[in-house]
């Protein structure tokens, strides 16, 4: 057989994907192919990639169902356990039984990603930026018991005692007093192993992009169908948006069947459809800071398997995008200033936004923001609160993404220590990308946040075709600088005000715009 080659659009780009599977190409490892598989056959299947590919997966059960099967999860990263400060991103299929479209996406998506890492440099940078989390089927025991080419049947739907998974968990607007289901109990889990930053949860029976909230305080009777907004509003409606773009069809408000809404540029608000109470991407959102949205991918709810290629095709690169989101924003470490070990459980809200998050288990904190300006606020019993203003800048394109940076150091309160410090420093192209690289300075001389605009900034290298690409995870002004004062002797020394700022950049062979900031 010949292999094929296509090409695909990405971030305005057109790329090279040797990956992209058809009912007849075989790439390198197991092969999938166009078809549904079973349990025992996705079982298999993820066995053997994870053999095949043991640098770049790791497979890991979250519990069992409750017909004893395993919920299997494959993590597909290049990253190190030990980098800090990555963002974890999960997709999750098959949580309706009878909803088969989104397990296979999920497959093929774990086929695409350890396939063309070494091929195509779009997959290369996801994985060396992201943990990506990839489970199949929430509900395998449904779909054990639903039938192809049913497109509104229920059979299946539920898990097998009974219970919508999508209605089982704790609801911030009402008591949720359903039997607890082992597979819920699963989630909960896996949300308090890891501080996911970004999610999606993947259904069937209609084509729109849903985000938070789908339930509401005013709806007494289950009809109402008024907007229910999260403090996060703009940022879901771009990630809603940035799914439904990129997908070829999805952002017409295609109408599945009579009396379905017809849905403005392919999304809604949830509650906006319809209410519900215990749903999955409120539970992430509002008890673990995860920013989850609900793709319903095609009208039938379990399509013939000769469909599922166009599937794939609708729906790659909008998930490739949307996975590729969670480096946008502002993400960093709080630490404590005097022994500079990470301070875990630190609550951390942005201004103006009536919702607050911990960091993590590690220090660490993420959240997704648009570009602007900000002011994080973080609060730890026994220490000084901080409150820090910061930039989020706008990206060149969604492979171009690029978090701000903050390194917090809080000053316990029994210290008798001045005010807290942020640190930073100017940063060489070839520094390690972890977060101990800002931490190279004493923090009785923080460097104070400069602008040095002499001339338009160079552009930013492109991160599809340079080698040297900058991870994510380092400010985007400080890779301006840090690439300037590569060559010179300024890099990786401080500066104790704008002054010597000034100085040691004009000293060092500094040319053109270059910011330090906080």
């Known amino acids: 057989m010949l292999g094929v080659t296509l090409l695909f659009w990405v971030g305005g780009l057109t790329l090279p994907c040797t990956g992209v599977l058809t009912g007849h190409s075989r790439p390198p490892g197991p092969s999938l192919y166009f078809q549904y598989h079973h349990y025992e056959d996705m079982t298999g299947y993820l066995h053997a990639v994870n053999r095949a590919y043991p640098d770049l997966t790791r497979l ?4 069992k169902t409750v017909k004893e099967r395993d919920l299997w999860v494959m993590q597909v990263t290049s990253v190190p356990e030990v980098q800090l400060g990555v963002p974890h991103v999960k997709i999750v299929g098959n949580i309706h039984g009878n909803e088969a479209v989104g397990r296979e996406l999920v497959l093929h998506m774990i086929q695409f990603l350890v396939t063309s890492y070494n091929r195509n440099q779009t997959v290369r940078w996801l994985l060396d930026n992201t943990r990506i989390h990839l489970m199949p089927s929430l509900n395998p025991d449904g779909f054990e018991i639903s039938k192809v080419g049913r497109c509104t049947a229920i059979e299946g739907r539920k898990n097998l005692h009974g219970l919508d998974l999508n209605r089982n968990f704790p609801d911030y607007f009402r008591q949720n007093t359903l039997p607890s289901q082992p597979e819920k109990d699963a989630v909960i889990r896996w949300l308090e192993m890891y501080p996911f930053v970004l999610s999606a949860g993947l259904h069937g029976g209609a084509v729109v992009a849903n985000y938070p909230f789908d339930n509401t305080l005013e709806d007494v009777t289950g009809r109402l169908r008024e907007p229910s907004l999260t403090p996060d509003n703009d940022v879901f409606v771009h990630l809603a948006t940035v799914y439904s773009e990129t997908h070829p069809t999805m952002h017409q408000g295609i109408q ?5 809404p017809l849905f403005e540029n392919g999304i809604t608000n949830g509650a906006a459809w319809y209410p519900m109470t215990g749903g999955m991407q409120d539970y992430n959102y509002v008890w673990h800071g995860c920013m989850e949205l609900t793709l319903e991918l095609s009208c039938c709810k379990y399509p013939p398997p000769e469909e599922l290629p166009d599937f794939w095709e609708e729906n790659r690169n909008a998930m490739l995008v949307f996975m590729s989101q969670a480096q946008r924003g502002v993400r960093g470490l709080v630490m404590d200033s005097l022994t500079r070990e990470a301070i875990p459980g630190a609550q951390f809200r942005i201004d103006n936004r009536a919702i607050g998050f ?10 997704i923001l648009l570009p602007g300006n900000y002011t994080l ?7 000084e609160n901080q409150s820090l203003s910061f930039v989020v800048y706008t990206p060149m394109s969604n492979f171009q993404l690029s978090a701000t ?23 060489a192209k070839d520094a390690p990308v972890t977060p101990t690289c800002f931490e190279v300075f004493p923090q009785e001389n923080p460097v104070t946040l400069v602008a040095i605009p002499p001339a338009p900034p160079h552009p930013m290298p492109d991160p599809l075709v340079g080698v040297d690409f900058i991870s994510p995870q380092i400010v985007l002004n400080e890779v301006w600088i840090g690439r300037q004062l590569a060559a010179t002797g ?3 020394k401080i500066a104790t005000d704008e002054a010597d700022a000034v100085s040691l950049y004009n000293n060092n062979g500094g040319t053109g715009a270059a910011r330090i900031c906080l």
């Open 60 to 63: 890991y059960s979250l519990g």
């Open 256 to 260: 599945c069947q009579a009396g379905m």
């Open 358 to 367: 911990n960091t993590s288990k590690r220090g660490e904190f993420w959240r």
């Open 377 to 383: 606020q973080v609060f730890k019993e026994g220490y």
């Open 405 to 427: 940076w903050l390194t917090i150091n809080m000053t316990p309160i029994f210290s008798g220590v001045s005010e807290p410090s942020v640190s930073a420093h100017l940063l």
């Open 490 to 492: 300024a890099t990786g």
